[in-house]
């Protein structure tokens, strides 16, 4: 792994091409290393997992507005669509857009915290998208999957766009462009232009992941793998990009990220370096295999925190039950509490009628329903009913958090042996006595208690979508993926599950397309 130092620079600095980071992440898309046995069978899983939770969400309400739009853009040859039929197909760049948001919609699939948030599984519809409509096979699937991991992570590593209240899909556009880019074998130039491009275009705020929390936040990650594929497209026929994306003058580090926080201080813009790591010439890409995948339906930093409420629950009821509980801090990472927690500010994350999504990032509900429960489900533990449950927002709203330096510094730990997501939780009892336990990681984590092989992800798959597949079709797909080093272009285009005929459930509203 090579470290690049990476700035803003002047105009009149003439930055070469070979030495923008723009470039680099090309060059590592371009390089035609294969991907090894264990990566390639991790793809495997989380093609299998992105399944899973895409079928489960299909009849919901952003995935039948995604879908309507793009069955609005037909065209034979094109790409499919979850839970239709191999012959339905529509243009890339729109099944990559309904499909991103099926997988995103339930916020269960996998996950990866560094100096930034990620989900690296949002690089896998748009490029399944485009092998679909391109006529890869199998093993030209897996090293752009590969090389879209590969980016988005060491680009999280790295570079943090949530202090700047940018969201992280501004890491999916040039991951995902990348990704494209080696499974159809361009050159390090197309890529080059394809990155810029796919990183301008997706800049946008974190508003979308704060305050009320609607639908757009299914949306976003869809929205960049959209406008990635538009941008490798344009690139193959001879356009260019804004350019240097990251170091230049007027662009993403010098006014949006660090230079202007430098800027702001009276400090020179073009002094704070972020440092990203990425692969050398002919240095394999297993990025993927330091990612995880949740087992729970909720934002990943509330994992652990679920597992850890099963348990503390049943100590609880144990010395009188809920009614006797005073308070329940958590002491945890920065992250956790200015995101999910009370650190946010954020009255709605409190409120009984708040929205899925913005349940779904407050640990003061999913801490107090899987306290009460010992159990979490992706539609049960959200529904409307069970948030406004009496006992529950009284319970609720007794939970706090609070920074931990500790768990803040073992959040950024580069050393994967003290990385951790969790937190140490003092209840404290109306009597003054107090129920304190931690936990690191979730137990489905690489290092956690029980942690997700294949048996797992497929336990999962048949967990979410048993009630929706027929037993042939579930059987049909798990068997194809499973072989995907092996399979042809014509299988690459039944790697979606297909729903019995009538459903689906599609969304009558007209639009302009």
């Given at each position: 792994?090579?470290?690049?130092d ?84 529509v ?46 096979d ?71 992941r ?20 538009e ?22 580090i ?29 240095e ?23 597992d ?79 948030a ?12 706090s ?10 959040y ?11 937190a ?90």
């Amino acid at each position: 792994m090579e470290i690049h130092d990476v700035r803003a620079h002047r105009s009149k600095d003439n930055l070469k091409r070979e030495d923008q980071l723009a470039w680099k992440i090309a060059a590592v898309a371009a390089d035609p290393v294969e991907v090894d046995a264990e990566a390639t069978d991790m793809i495997i899983n989380r093609i299998i997992d992105n399944a899973s939770v895409a079928i489960a969400s299909l009849n919901r309400g952003p995935i039948k507005s995604a879908r309507a739009m793009a069955n609005t853009h037909m065209r034979p040859g094109g790409a499919t669509l979850f839970g239709l039929p191999a012959e339905h197909t529509v243009c890339a760049e729109w099944a990559a857009w309904a499909n991103g948001t099926a997988v995103r919609e339930l916020d269960y699939h996998d996950t990866f915290l560094a100096a930034d948030y990620s989900h690296p599984g949002d690089n896998i519809p748009p490029t399944l998208a485009v092998a679909q409509q391109c006529g890869k096979d199998g093993r030209a699937l897996i090293r752009g999957i590969a090389t879209g991991y590969e980016i988005q992570v060491n680009l999280v590593k790295s570079i943090c766009l949530h202090e700047h209240k940018i969201d992280h899909i501004a890491h999916i556009g040039p991951s995902a462009s990348a990704a494209v880019g080696t499974l159809l074998g361009l050159d390090t130039e197309v890529i080059y232009q394809s990155v810029q491009q796919g990183l301008h275009t997706t800049v946008t705020t974190r508003q979308s992941r704060k305050g009320e929390i609607s639908s757009w936040k299914a949306f976003a990650p869809a929205y960049a793998g959209k406008l990635a594929i538009e941008a490798v497209d344009r690139c193959m026929r001879g356009e260019g990009a804004p350019s240097p994306i990251y170091e230049g003058e007027d662009s993403v580090i010098s006014f949006i990220l660090n230079g202007r926080t430098a800027r702001d201080k009276g400090e020179s813009p073009y002094e704070p370096t972020y440092h990203v790591p990425l692969p050398g010439k002919g240095e394999a890409k297993r990025a993927i295999l330091e990612t995880y995948t949740k087992e729970h339906s909720a934002e990943y930093q509330s994992q652990a925190l679920i597992d850890l409420a099963f348990r503390m629950g049943k100590e609880i009821e144990k010395r009188g039950g809920f009614d006797k509980v005073k308070s329940i801090v958590l002491h945890t990472s920065h992250h956790t509490h200015y995101v999910i927690g009370t650190g946010a500010g954020d009255p709605q994350k409190m409120d009984p009628n708040a929205s899925r999504e913005t349940l779904d990032h407050s640990i003061m509900y999913i801490f107090a329903v899987a306290l009460q429960d010992g159990e979490w489900h992706h539609v049960r533990s959200y529904a409307p009913e069970r948030a406004q449950r009496p006992d529950t927002v009284k319970l609720w709203h007794k939970i706090s958090t609070t920074e931990d330096p500790e768990w803040t510094r073992r959040y950024h730990s580069q050393d994967p042996n003290e990385k951790a997501f969790g937190a140490k939780v003092v209840v404290t009892f109306e009597d003054g006595s107090e129920l304190v336990d931690e936990l690191g990681i979730a137990n489905a984590h690489p290092f956690g208690a029980r942690p997700f092989g294949r048996a797992e992800y497929i336990r999962k798959f048949k967990m979410l979508t048993d009630d929706i597949l027929e037993a042939g079709e579930s059987e049909r797909f798990l068997d194809l993926v499973q072989q995907l080093p092996n399979l042809s272009a014509d299988q690459v285009k039944l790697l979606n599950p297909v729903a019995p005929k009538g459903y689906l459930v599609e969304n009558p509203a007209k639009g302009i397309f």
